[in-house]
């Protein structure tokens, strides 16, 4: 089983488009290459393939990496499920990850996230979840977007060490810390990767 995300960059159009595409490049480049793992299409869409218990670290990872670009956003559509057919590129390949990414997607219309599985019932846990997380993540500025995706690639630094990696004073980082939900996203993540966990050992 894996995850399948599908999104696009809101926004693109307030933004030279050299400058956000290369940075949407280099944010892709975190989880592997292309075009086996990631692609773009359709201008400023793309899709990328993660493992199922990591989808949803990954999505935030790259939505904060895109928010250091002021005025952007992204949207994402986390599929779950299997794939059945590999493809030359991630775009060609095929599988239930795919199309229930893809269904997702269309569905976002106003969200910016959406997860979804073959079982409804989880489906709607995730989808109160995300639409909480997403009340405080859309808020997300670019400095605490900054704050946010240090404190995510590495869990164990304290505020005294974010601080020096991002050559500021530690007084400047414990509200803004705070104010973006730091820690409710960290216990949303674990949340999501333990009934992953659960969920992909029950269906296998």
Do not use: C
Request: proline share 1%; charged share 25%.
């Amino acid at each position: 089983m894996i995850a399948i995300i599908t999104g696009d960059i809101v926004a693109s159009r307030s933004l030279n488009t050299a400058i956000w595409l290369k940075h949407l490049k280099d944010g892709l480049q975190m989880f592997g290459n292309s075009p086996l793992t990631w692609e773009l299409y359709r201008g400023d869409s793309f899709q990328f393939k993660t493992t199922a218990d990591d989808a949803l670290f990954h999505a935030i990872l790259l939505k904060t990496w895109i928010k250091l670009l002021k005025g952007l956003d992204v949207r994402l559509s986390i599929g779950i499920g299997e794939q059945t057919f590999q493809g030359s590129t991630i775009t060609e390949s095929n599988g239930t990850a795919f199309e229930l990414s893809g269904e997702g997607f269309d569905n976002l219309a106003k969200k910016n996230l959406s997860i979804i599985t073959e079982d409804n019932s989880l489906n709607d846990t995730f989808r109160v979840m995300t639409d909480l997380a997403l009340l405080i993540m859309d808020k997300w500025t670019d400095k605490s977007a900054e704050i946010i995706f240090l404190k995510l690639n590495n869990p164990a630094f304290n505020q005294t060490q974010i601080a020096e990696k991002l050559n500021k004073k530690q007084s400047t980082i414990s509200e803004p810390l705070k104010r973006s939900g730091s820690d409710e996203i960290n216990q949303f993540i674990n949340y999501y990767k333990q009934t992953m966990i659960a969920y992909v050992d029950r269906t296998s």
